[in-house]
């Protein structure tokens, strides 16, 4: 397998934060949504916003995606006053909504999904003024700002399930046994040893995704603690990259580079669960890009199966693109006993 620099141009489910807040949905609206991707509506006050200690907020929402080899803001913001969140207003997929009232004595967070169009997620933040509302924010960024960033995710997977790629779909199901809903212009399929990597062509290959195995060696402990570090994850993707990806100069091949690199553990119907961010590159040569990567451990089967995004966008923005692929990587299934194990044992 090799990647031509003129070619190749590109949890898991992750668990959010607590949150003190309740979350209801109403019955999903007929309407459909009809905002951009990571387009987010702000109904608070505009002055407040621009100029006051409501800029933090603005701050929160525009911050840069991580690990992104540029700076990218994570949403494009609208802000509105609130007596202007009527008609058209109404139909965005995101909405950030901030009341202040002197009869709220504690600060209140609460998100509701698909009231005026589906699918829909608006956030409300209630306080009794201007500062409390600002505090209160500041405490719950990170909730936030991930809220909306998993409902764009879910909101991509929606659209994936209905156009995909069949041959990613095929290869996936007969190699391991899962099913993953590609983006449909990735087609192009090449196999390995436990591992292939599937490309878009009719993207100028900006998109690519990779899946294959390894056993767990005893350095990785009889747990598969391998998952909770990020050195021993870089010399698993490097060896199988360096073995799988390579350039078309003489030596060289993708490899991972540490800095910057981000992993979240998470544990999901018993199996453990490591999400990596990352940006790549190709040894001896100037290819490279961002990825995200989701590894599954299976202790009793001392094995390990990983998936991964990853993009190659010269002089591009990168962030839809780096996003669909992770939101591709959100609806891979995971079954206890793969159709592959079962076609082995019979």
Not at 54 to 83: H, T
Not at 197 to 217: G, K, Q, T, V
Not at 232 to 254: E, L, T, W
Request: one cysteine or more.
């Amino acid at each position: 397998m090799r990647m031509t620099r003129l070619g190749l141009l590109v949890l898991t489910s992750v668990v959010l934060l607590g949150c003190t807040s309740g979350q209801s949905s109403k019955k999903p609206s007929g309407v459909t949504t009809i905002s951009a991707p990571y387009e987010l509506l702000l109904v608070a006050d505009k002055e407040w916003v621009a100029n006051g200690s409501g800029a933090e907020l603005m701050e929160l929402l525009k911050s840069d995606v991580a690990v992104l080899p540029q700076s990218e803001a994570c949403f494009r913001v609208i802000n509105i006053n609130p007596v202007a969140f009527k008609d058209q207003f109404r139909g965005y997929a995101e909405i950030m909504y901030v009341e202040t009232n002197p009869t709220y004595t504690e600060p209140k967070l609460t998100i509701t999904r698909d009231v005026y169009a589906h699918p829909q997620t608006i956030l409300t933040v209630q306080a009794h003024d201007r500062r409390q509302a600002a505090e209160f924010i500041k405490e719950k960024g990170t909730y936030i700002l991930r809220t909306f960033i998993n409902a764009e995710l879910s909101r991509e997977t929606i659209y994936l399930r209905k156009t995909f790629s069949q041959k990613v779909m095929d290869q996936a199901l007969k190699q391991f046994g899962r099913k993953i809903y590609a983006p449909k212009d990735i087609s192009s399929v090449k196999v390995g040893k436990d591992f292939f990597w599937a490309s878009a062509m009719d993207r100028e290959n900006m998109l690519n995704i990779c899946m294959y195995e390894f056993p767990l060696d005893d350095e990785d402990g009889e747990d598969g603690e391998m998952e909770q570090t990020l050195d021993s994850f870089m010399v698993h993707r490097n060896a199988i990259m360096k073995d799988n990806v390579q350039g078309d100069k003489p030596g060289s091949y993708m490899t991972t580079q540490p800095l910057g690199l981000m992993g979240e553990v998470v544990v999901e119907d018993g199996l453990t669960i490591m999400e990596v961010r990352g940006l790549w590159r190709m040894e001896n040569d100037m290819m490279g890009g961002p990825f995200v990567s989701y590894t599954w451990i299976d202790p009793q089967k001392r094995k390990a199966f990983v998936a991964e995004g990853f993009v190659y966008a010269p002089q591009r923005k990168k962030r839809e693109l780096i996003r669909e692929l992770e939101a591709s990587l959100r609806t891979i299934t995971v079954p206890a006993s793969s159709d592959k194990d079962k076609n082995n044992n019979n």
